[in-house]
């Protein structure tokens, strides 16, 4: 991608004003994205982005700066420019940098490497999901099935010698589905992905999907709208377990914990959950959407425990946050492109599986709120307090679900919440979002197994 001279010499122009470490991250990816709205495909995007960005760092202190201009001139104007903002004693006399190339070994193996020639095969895959959606109820008066994928290849390379390079290849499929009854208008999503080709398309059941996302449209559109006050809640499995990753993930994270900003900040040891509830960040699951053979800053991913049976065990840490909290880092550094320094970040975040089935679950409530799709939310790290929508909810009496209601929304704070879990189930499952935060958008997982909270508030109407 770049001469390992050209990196050598950057790194080095980059140390004079005293730096103590200095990090270079070159990036070359393509994207492809074709859309469909109503059976009419209305997109079909491809790009390329190609950029190099420097990172300097002196003790707690660190500057990063990019460019997408590859001429030696520029990169070293770059480094010069960056390694201003440096002060201390300069570099003169130091050992000059030799770079190390190291094999990073392939954990995802892409079957169909997408490009332009499969433009046809997924045209008809939107097809597929279109009269899928379309045909599931009269109700369903729209739909929008989209497509994407990119080949992201990283070359990363620091003053400690380190030279590595990956290729990352994503492909994803989102289907919504909006149901309307006189002045009523409710939509349904899916939105599986992979760290894989186009075989993942090829192998996915698109017309369950599509069902899927028009199901939740068509019950939604004529509930009854749920309760409000303090109720036990079932939260389902698969991408049920964004409320951690909100509420909870982003407090572990060294970006707040660091800086103290965290309610989980110098609790190592403590009970922060349930007995009952393990969780943890696992970059290593093969061909998951979240997951990695290096993070972002060259260090393998792991598997790393947050929470062993209620006892907060770690945080997610990246070079920055080793540094500031004087621990090792934990393969958690991650960017949304070259034009972003890396923060720690999450990759598949997953509470554990527990003993109970989600039968016995549901059997065992007598009243409450049965959380079967959450949507998007808010959260306050330095609190942990969340609000989140519920997409698709339904009432559970007498120990079954019983009617839908809509308008649910559960508010609280994630280090509660966590202790309020009092039933875990045994049917773990992952479901595909993009995260926001300091670095960018990141391709994460977010799972569970269905849970029950003893008690949380749901915002609703009154009197219902």
């Known amino acids: 991608m770049i001469h390992p001279t050209q990196i050598q ?35 079909a995007l491809s790009g390329r982005d190609f950029g190099i960005g420097i990172r300097i760092m002196k003790e707690h202190f660190s500057v990063y700066a990019y460019t997408s201009d590859m001429s ?25 940098i030799t770079l190390h190339p190291h094999a990073i070994p392939n954990h995802h193996p892409i079957a169909i490497i997408p490009d332009g020639s499969q433009k046809r095969a997924k045209i008809d895959m939107m097809r597929r ?19 994407s994928n990119s080949i992201q290849n990283v070359l990363i390379a620091n003053s400690n010698g380190l030279l590595v390079e990956d290729t990352r290849t994503y492909t994803r499929m989102r289907i919504s589905a909006i149901a309307t009854a006189g002045e009523h208008r409710q939509s349904g999503f899916r939105g599986p992905g992979a760290y894989a080709g186009t075989e993942f398309l090829e192998n996915l059941d698109i017309e369950e999907n599509a069902r899927h996302a028009a199901r939740i449209a068509t ?23 964004v409320l951690f990753h909100e509420a909870c993930g982003h407090g572990l994270e060294s970006t707040a914990v660091a800086h103290g900003t965290s309610v989980f900040a110098n609790k190592i040891g403590q009970q922060v959950a349930s007995p009952l509830v393990t969780a943890v960040d696992d970059g290593t699951i093969q061909n998951a959407w979240g997951s990695l053979n290096i993070d972002d800053e060259g260090a393998p991913t792991q598997r790393n425990v947050l929470i062993e049976n209620g006892i907060l065990k770690g ?35 997953f509470i554990a599986n527990g003993d109970s089935t ?107």
């Open 9 to 43: 010499n950057m790194l080095q122009a980059a140390l004079e004003t005293g730096g103590d470490f200095a990090e270079v991250f070159v990036e070359d990816r393509t994207n492809g994205q074709l859309g469909m709205t109503g059976g009419v495909v209305d997109t």
């Open 72 to 96: 030696q001139q520029s990169l070293i104007r770059l480094a010069k420019s960056a390694a201003k903002a440096i002060r201390g004693v300069g570099a003169a006399g130091t050992q000059p």
């Open 129 to 147: 999901a279109h009269e899928a959606a379309s045909q599931y109820d009269l109700s369903i008066t729209q739909t929008s099935i989209g497509i």
């Open 219 to 241: 019950t939604m559109v004529t509930a009854g709208y749920a309760p409000s006050g303090r109720l036990p809640v079932v939260i389902e499995n698969g991408f049920g377990g």
């Open 315 to 349: 945080y997610l840490i990246d070079r920055m946050g080793s540094r500031q909290m004087g621990v090792p880092a934990t393969g958690s550094g991650r960017r949304q492109s070259y034009k972003f320094a890396p923060a720690s970040r999450m990759n598949n975040t």
């Open 358 to 464: 989600r039968e016995e679950i549901i059997a065992n409530t007598e009243y409450g709120i049965y959380a079967k799709s959450l949507g998007g939310g808010s959260v306050n790290t330095s609190t942990s307090e969340f609000n989140f929508a519920v997409e698709e909810a339904y009432m559970i009496r007498n120990g079954k679900i019983a009617e839908p209601v809509k308008g649910a929304t559960l508010i609280g704070k994630g280090i509660e919440t966590l202790q309020n879990i009092d039933m875990v189930g045994n049917n773990l499952d992952h479901g595909q979002g993009m995260c926001g935060s300091v670095s960018g958008s990141l391709p994460v997982n977010c799972g569970q197994p269905t849970i029950r909270v003893s008690e949380m508030t749901v915002g609703g109407r009154k009197g219902e």
